[in-house]
T-cell receptor, first 111, second 112 residues
């Protein structure tokens, strides 16, 4: 079974703090994704990575950056957290057959 | 960009009833994926469909890839309380795309 894990289930940070969200997958997938999910807006793609050290912007990259130093790990960075980044963050990993497998999510609250 | 329209948006059903939901697109998809998300959790892949007309089951769940390749259906038979959640359809955002387009979801509530 594919396993995607995220470093925290719940996180509370203050405005202006730098925040790291980490995601690890154990299936040697090349492609990994970061989404945020908000009520009424559905799943929105922030960034994705199609290989180590490769990244591409998704639909809403502003205020975020990513890092992919190793194949199994994809990190999402909020350089200076703001209250409008309070959200559920979901990481996913993709098979060659287009299936994406999601982690359990990190619910981030920025105060 | 591509859009997926899911209906209904929400459903309240009695335990034991069958459920049917669908997803339509204005463009052709070559893969359809169905996910379930429970409150506070990440989406879980239920069924993946790869060929027009394909009918695939996973326990009490059955999904079909529409012949026109612009729609897909998910049926749940004999619903139980643990079927509660939001069901999403998804498909690749374009030929050769790594990304998925997601529907907005169907929220299912089961009354015991």
């Amino acid at each position: 079974d594919v396993k995607v894990t995220q470093s925290s289930r719940y996180l509370v940070k203050r405005t202006g703090e730098k925040v790291f969200l980490e995601c690890v997958q154990d299936m040697d997938h090349e492609n990994m994704f970061w989404y945020r999910q908000d009520p009424g807006l559905g799943l929105r793609l922030i960034y994705f990575s199609y290989d180590v050290k490769m990244k591409e912007k998704g639909d809403i990259p502003e205020g975020y950056s990513v890092s992919r130093e190793k194949k199994e790990r994809f990190s999402l960075i909020l350089e200076s957290a703001s209250t409008n980044q309070t959200s559920m963050y979901l990481c996913a990993s993709r098979t060659a057959g287009n299936e994406q497998f999601f982690g359990p999510g990190t619910r981030l609250t920025v105060l | 960009g591509q859009q997926l329209n899911q209906s209904p948006q929400s459903m309240f059903i009695q335990e034991g009833e069958d459920v049917s939901m669908n997803c339509t697109s204005s463009s052709i998809f070559n893969t359809w994926l169905w996910y379930k998300q429970e409150p506070g959790e990440g989406p879980v892949l239920l069924i993946a469909l790869y060929k027009a007309g394909e009918l695939t089951s996973n326990g009490r769940l059955t999904a079909q890839f529409g012949i026109t390749r612009k729609d897909s259906f998910l049926n749940i038979s004999a619903s139980i309380p643990s079927d509660v959640g939001i069901y999403f359809c998804a498909g690749p955002s374009g030929a050769g795309s790594y990304q998925l387009t997601f529907g907005k979801g169907t929220k299912l509530s089961v009354i015991p």
